[in-house]
């Protein structure tokens, strides 16, 4: 099994900037690709940018040029450096990683537990 832990959420003022992370915990695994998503009340989880085990990034249109994806594939970690947020971000944000066990060439997807960012204008 595979477990995500996110941090670094909070309460920012419009044009500040944070930091989130989420590390997997477990063994015998490898990590496909990294992304992050974000779900209002009520709204359907859009994806806010992926990154590939080969370092290909791709963003939502309402997030380039502010967001930045990266990851640590010795640490097993995805990380989302947001800058210049305003109050339209203000959302659950959640990781997902594409997870293939040595024991199978299945893949599985994983979502870590949501860590709120809000945005005060």
């Known amino acids: 099994q595979v477990q995500l832990v996110e941090s670094g959420g909070g309460l920012v003022q419009a044009g500040g900037s944070l930091r989130l992370s989420c590390a997997a915990s477990?063994?015998?695994?490898?990590?496909?690709?990294m992304s992050w998503y974000r779900q209002l009340p009520g709204k359907q989880r859009e994806l806010v940018a992926a990154?590939?085990?080969?370092?290909?990034?791709n963003y939502a249109n309402s997030v380039k040029g502010r967001f930045t994806i990266s990851r640590d594939n010795a640490k097993d970690t995805v990380y989302l450096q947001m800058n210049s947020l305003n109050p339209e971000d203000t959302a659950v944000y959640y990781c997902?990683?594409?997870?293939?066990?040595?024991?199978?060439?299945?893949?599985?997807?994983?979502w870590g537990q949501g860590t709120q960012v809000t945005v005060s204008s």
């Open positions: 990154i590939t085990s080969g370092g290909s990034t």
């Open positions: 477990g063994s015998a695994f490898r990590i496909n690709t």
């Open positions: 997902n990683f594409e997870v293939v066990f040595t024991t199978s060439p299945r893949q599985y997807a994983y």
